[in-house]
């Protein structure tokens, strides 16, 4: 009988230590290492052909980006540029065999009032970055077992956004919308739970830490029988946003200034009494009714400085989706050119300051003066041209409900 040999390297039996065979072939141990060699070098390819891809840019670049569609708020850009950067880096990094640093994730909470531009930026975000992105409401999550919805029904709607497509969403953002809406109601100890308090803020801990959630793909109460996916929330970047009302008491008090009386502290001159926002902590979210375990998953603290006239007329006019570009789109697709004077782009904005609604009361006050025009001028033959001024503002303003509101 012949003696067996390699059936790759063609060594012999004796020129080797362990030789394998089969049915019609022989592979010896130094092949075998080889194969192994180039098996793992394949699968590498693989891996790296298969990582997450999305657009990362770097923080001054994302700045840029947002620059321009966001208005102000540089220092919140910056902060969230920054943590965005550093998370999607974090994706990216290859876990050498031995090395024990481990980047933690960098979750978000966005602290400014209503209309200042909270959803918005954690919109430019995802949309910078090429990332599936959803929002969700913290308003409407209940304790598991009552009416309402369940944590995971975010995860749902973030698997909805990436087309069912479990890879792309474990990489996506989830902003939470209104966190601060589940606060814990009182201090004190209650016989009754706090459903949509402390029960939702215990029920998110683990997603927002990192940890296999299985999630009903089409919404859990209207089908009980679905199948169950499971998602990994380790690398889903979560941003929580809420406009915090009340909330400038309690940095007041920890600040110790004092709104009444004549003596003033060196500490209450370097304060600005007009944005206490601006000197927000994590225990001052603490002693508004977040729990702390929840404070601790949510590391990176930005705040959201209100909206002053010169960042509203900003707004009107210099993002590249401003609402006077909006406007004008629209009446341009009826053939009519419609500008602006800059008298009545300072009555809007007065108007919107006025009622202390931020970047959503400038909305509103332009339909109640555009709509009388956007239903007639379509219908006038000849008509190519409006200039809107503030005595056309004016006449239009004065007719809707909007006069009657006043800032609270």
């Known amino acids: 009988m012949p003696e067996p040999t390699c059936s790759f390297c063609n060594k012999s039996k004796r020129?080797?230590?362990?030789?394998?065979?089969?049915?019609?072939?022989?592979?010896?141990?130094?092949?075998?290492?080889?194969?192994?060699?180039?098996?793992?070098?394949e699968m590498k390819a693989q891996e790296a052909g298969k990582r997450p891809k999305f657009n990362l840019l770097k923080p001054r670049a994302i700045k840029e980006h947002l620059d321009q569609?966001?208005?102000?708020?540089?220092?919140?850009?910056?902060?969230?540029?920054?943590?965005?950067?550093?998370?999607?880096?974090?994706?990216?990094?290859?876990?050498?065999d031995g090395d024990e640093v481990q980047i933690e994730k960098s979750n978000i909470i966005m602290v400014?009032?209503?209309?200042?531009?909270?959803?918005?930026?954690?919109?430019?975000?995802?949309?910078?970055?090429?990332?599936?992105?959803?929002?969700?409401d913290a308003t409407v999550l209940t304790e598991a077992g009552y009416v309402g919805e369940d944590v995971e029904s975010i995860l749902t709607r973030l698997l909805q956004a990436a087309d069912y497509?479990?890879?792309?969403?474990?990489?996506?953002?989830?902003?939470?919308d209104e966190i601060d809406k589940i606060a814990r109601k009182s201090d004190n100890p209650s016989i009754t739970r706090d459903v949509s308090g402390e029960g939702v803020q215990q029920a998110l801990l683990k997603l927002l830490e990192g940890t296999h959630i299985n999630v009903p793909p089409q919404g859990g109460r209207k089908h009980p029988e679905q199948k169950m996916v499971s998602i990994n929330t380790e690398?889903?970047?979560?941003?929580?946003?809420?406009?915090?009302?009340?909330?400038?008491r309690h940095i007041k008090a920890r600040l110790n200034t004092k709104p009444m009386g004549f003596a003033k502290t060196n500490l209450d001159e370097q304060v600005d009494t007009q944005n206490f926002l601006r000197y927000i902590s994590a225990q001052d979210?603490?002693?508004?009714?977040?729990?702390?375990?929840?404070?601790?998953?949510?590391?990176?603290?930005?705040?959201l400085d209100p909206l002053d006239k010169a960042t509203l007329r900003m707004i009107l006019t210099e993002p590249k989706n401003a609402l006077v570009r909006q406007y004008q789109r629209l009446f341009d697709m009826?053939?009519?050119?419609?500008?602006?004077?800059?008298?009545?782009?300072?009555?809007?904005?007065?108007?919107?300051d006025e009622y202390r609604l931020g970047a959503r009361g400038?909305?509103?006050?332009?339909?109640?003066?555009?709509?009388?025009?956007?239903?007639?001028?379509?219908?006038?033959?000849?008509?190519?041209?409006?200039?809107?001024?503030?005595?056309?503002?004016?006449?239009?303003?004065d007719k809707s409900p909007l006069r009657l509101m006043r800032a609270a």
């Open 334 to 352: 009826e053939n009519i050119e419609l500008a602006f004077t800059d008298d009545a782009l300072n009555y809007i904005v007065d108007r919107a």
């Open 69 to 96: 569609y966001v208005v102000g708020l540089d220092e919140a850009k910056r902060v969230m540029a920054v943590a965005v950067y550093n998370h999607y880096k974090r994706l990216m990094q290859k876990q050498e």
């Open 235 to 248: 690398n889903i970047l979560f941003i929580c946003g809420g406009a915090f009302v009340g909330i400038d």
């Open 15 to 41: 020129e080797v230590a362990v030789m394998i065979s089969g049915v019609n072939a022989h592979i010896c141990e130094e092949c075998v290492a080889q194969a192994q060699k180039i098996l793992s070098e």
């Open 362 to 397: 400038l909305r509103s006050i332009c339909e109640s003066i555009m709509t009388d025009a956007m239903f007639e001028m379509p219908s006038e033959p000849g008509a190519d041209e409006l200039l809107i001024t503030e005595m056309y503002c004016r006449s239009k303003f």
């Open 285 to 303: 979210l603490k002693s508004f009714g977040l729990i702390p375990e929840l404070i601790g998953r949510l590391p990176v603290l930005t705040h």
């Open 165 to 176: 497509n479990i890879e792309a969403a474990e990489r996506g953002i989830v902003y939470v």
């Open 112 to 136: 400014g009032e209503t209309g200042t531009g909270k959803t918005f930026l954690a919109r430019m975000l995802a949309k910078i970055l090429q990332v599936p992105f959803c929002i969700a």
